[in-house]
Structures are given as C-alpha cells and as structure tokens.
C-alpha cells in the first residue's frame, strides 16, 4: 500500500509539473523561433533596401554590412541582381545563390521566404530569402524587384538555448519529483500507520498472544477499527479464560467418579468366583476405560481450542526421536519397524507451540500402530519442501501398512467420534485425529491424508511453518 500511496502522489506530482512546465517550455521555444526570424528577417530587409537603391554607394555598404554580420553571426549573405541573365547576376563582392524556387520567387513574384529546415523544431540552417525593389518615388510603396537577398543562419546556438530551456525545466522536474517521492514516502508512512499497528496486532493476535491491542489511533475510520477489534480481543480473552476454568473444573469432575467407578469395579471383580459376574465386571470395566480415554480426548481437545500460546522455533528431529523412543518399546511387541527418514542436523527448525507435536505424534502413532499388521512397518519422514515460490514449508509424513481408507471415510477421518475401522478400530474414542487437526492448525499448519505407497495404507501429512536457526544454536 505504501508503494501505491507514493507512486500516486509521484504520478499526481509529475502530472502538475507537466501542466505547468511544458506549456512554459513550448512558449519560450516558440518565442526563441520568433524572435530569431524576426531578427534574421530585419537584417534581411536592411540589406535588401540597400541592393535596391541601386547606387554604387548603397552596394559598398551592402557588401560592408553583409561582412560585418557574417563574423558577427557565423552567417552566410548572399545577394543577386536581376540583369541579362534570366536568373540574376552575381552581386560584385558578395557571393551569388544557388537558383532554387525561394530566388526565384522572390525574383518574380516579389515573394518572401522562411525555412527552418525542420519543423521540430529546426534544421541546422535558417534561411530567409527578401526580394530588393527599386527605390521608388515620395509616397510609393515600393519599385520593380532588381534583386534578392538571401541570409543562411546557423542554429547551433539556438539549439543550445533550445536545450537550455528544456533540460534546466527537466533536470528541475527530476529534483522535485525525488523530493515528492521522499515526502511521499514519509506520508505514506504516516498515513499507513494505524494500518500497520492494527496489522501488527492481527498477527501477534493469530499468533496466540491474547494480550494484543492495537494503539486508537489515525483517522476516524481506523480509530473505530481498532476500537472494535481491541473490544472483540477482550471479548475473546474473557471467554477462553472462562473456558479454561470450565475445562479445569470439568477435568476434575469427570476423572474422579470415572477412577472412583473403575476401582469398584475392580473391587468387585477380585471378590466374586462367579464366571458370569467376572465376565459382567470385565465388560463394564472395559467400557469404563473407554469412556476414560473418551473424556480425555475430550479434555485435551478443549484444551487446544481452550490455550491460546505462541508458537517458537522447535527442532524437528530431536522431537522426532524423542516420540519414537517412547513408542518403540509397543512397536516391538508386534513385530512392527518405526523407521526415520529426516535430515541429519539439527537445522531443521518448525515453529509450534511447545507440546503441541508430542501430542500430534503420539496420536498419529498410536492410530498407525493400532491398525498395522504384526510385523509391518511405520515409516516417519520430514523434509523442507517449495510449495510455491518463495515460501517454503516442512512437511511430516507418517506411513502405515494398514488397511487404509476410502476417499469417504478420509473426508470424515477429521470429524469428533467418527471411528473408522482401518484408523482407530474398535477401541478408540475418534478423537484422535480431530485433536491432531486442532493442534497442527493452531500452530499455522495444515493435515491430509492420503493412500501410502506399495504395498498399502494410509499416509499422514502434516505441513508445519519453517523457522530460521535461534542465534547461538
């Protein structure tokens, strides 16, 4: 927006510049072409007066002047006088014209003529050719045409001047334009301020920190704004504290007669003989256990929605191994191989919140465990990938050799309490992978499924935001 705000004010600026500017420029050209002709065509006439009075006086000051003006100007003074010849005579001391259609008309039609050459704006040369008329009587406009005059000017100079004018205006315009790209730019600033702390806000805001707030500040607009979105922070902050209170409070009440039940059942199965009564006992107790990892899944998923923390550069591998360290111990009692395939070094950084990737590899694992056949293999993989260009992201994939699922059964796998049969069996309370979600999309990451390679199963992938190494690590 920034950009935006200074290449308009530039274009605005550079728009009022050209108004002003270039009218000036194109007068001042003009009067320099003018008043350049009127001059050349002066000193034209003047001589053509002198050529006309057709005494031998008149002609030395013709040839005298027409000297005088060539070392003064550069210029060249040519003159013919009409004689025998069809085309005039060579004037004695001053060198003849070419014949062309200027002489000629100014020979027989009493005709003036300009040219510059060029039209934008000027040739090299100027020329202006004046027919000389013989001196007439007193109240006579004027005598037959005994000859011509003609001036080629040179316009070096006034193509100097010409630059003069138009590259001072254009090396001015380059000057205000670079300071009005710099007033600009701290305009912009300044009016994009209140955008910028209200963005700085959403950010920190998105990012966990609950305590956001964004300064009342700039126009009215943005002020109403901020006050509206500091009113919904604070509304928000009120209900997830309140949220947490009901989630310690619920955990409380629901654990302990669960675990008050459990030992009773137990209680009652180590006193009773009876087959029937034990196989009873043993049901209820299965079903208590059930509904205990039921709640707890429930509790941990109020959790995540509930705790709003902030994510930090974590090291992928360590918590990698870490996880499978404490799962192998289950993946040797049925024969399954955890294999890790991820980068050497701890340069492989991801932000999350801390917790929150135990919790997503426990759950996954668990699920990938349960549904692997004896002797199968889990394989865990992670990686930096370029998902598009300039933005990176570090991908985890975790693969079984289960029985996998359908397209159908992958769109609802997300959904609280659905069980599918290849995912978590009969003994899961369907929360796993709903919790996994949760947690990943806090963090700013994202999960799918998809079918695992040969020979089968499902795959787990988890896209996590990359970080830059903490300094000094």
Do not use: C
């Amino acid at each position: 927006m920034i950009r935006r705000l200074i290449v308009s004010y530039v274009l605005l600026v550079a728009v009022a510049l050209a108004a002003f500017t270039v009218p000036v420029a194109l007068t001042l050209t003009s009067q320099l072409r003018g008043d350049t002709d009127a001059s050349v065509r002066r000193e034209a006439t003047t001589m053509a007066l002198l050529l006309g009075a057709g005494d031998d006086a008149s002609r030395d000051a013709l040839v005298q002047m027409a000297g005088a003006y060539s070392v003064e100007t550069g210029s060249t003074v040519q003159a013919v006088a009409l004689g025998t010849a069809a085309d005039g005579a060579a004037v004695s001391g001053m060198p003849r014209p070419e014949p062309d259609a200027a002489v000629d008309r100014a020979l027989r039609e009493n005709t003036s003529t300009t040219d510059w050459g060029s039209a934008t704006p000027w040739g090299t040369e100027l020329v202006i050719t004046v027919p000389a008329r013989a001196q007439a009587g007193a109240g006579d406009s004027g005598g037959d045409v005994v000859g011509a005059v003609r001036i080629i000017f040179p316009t070096e100079e006034l193509t100097d001047r010409f630059w003069t004018i138009w590259g001072f205006r254009a090396i001015l315009a380059v000057g205000v334009l670079v300071i009005a790209a710099g007033l600009g730019y701290l305009a912009a600033r300044w009016l994009t301020r209140p955008l910028r702390q209200l963005n700085a806000m959403a950010s920190r805001f998105s990012d966990g920190d609950l305590t956001a707030r964004s300064p009342v500040t700039g126009p009215h607009e943005t002020q109403t704004l901020a006050r509206t979105l500091n009113q919904g922070a604070e509304r928000l902050d009120t209900l997830i504290a309140a949220q947490r209170v009901f989630v310690a409070d619920a955990s409380h009440q629901l654990r302990t007669p669960l675990t008050a039940l459990r030992l009773s059942l137990d209680n009652i199965a180590d006193g009773v003989d009876d087959p029937y009564v034990t196989e009873d006992v043993e049901q209820a107790t299965a079903e208590v256990v059930r509904m205990s990892r039921l709640v707890n899944g429930l509790l941990v998923l109020a959790r995540a929605e509930a705790q709003a923390t902030v994510a930090e550069p974590l090291p992928l591998r360590d918590i990698l191994e870490e996880r499978l360290t404490v799962w192998q111990p289950a993946a040797d009692e049925r024969g399954v191989t955890i294999t890790l395939a991820a980068p050497s070094d701890d340069r492989l950084l991801v932000l999350a919140s801390p917790g929150h990737l135990d919790q997503v590899l426990d759950n996954v694992l668990s699920n990938a465990l349960e549904v692997s056949p004896d002797g199968g293999a889990i394989t865990v993989r992670a990686d930096t990938v370029r998902s598009e260009p300039h933005h990176d992201e570090v991908v985890l994939e975790i693969l079984d050799q289960g029985p996998g699922m359908s397209d159908a059964d992958k769109a609802r796998a997300f959904d609280r309490f659905w069980r599918g049969p290849g995912l978590t069996g009969r003994s899961g309370s369907g929360l796993g992978l709903a919790i996994v979600k949760q947690l990943v999309t806090d963090d700013g990451g994202a999960v799918t499924l998809r079918d695992a390679p040969s020979p089968g199963g499902l795959g787990v992938r988890i896209s996590l935001r990359p970080a830059s190494p903490r300094s000094g690590g």
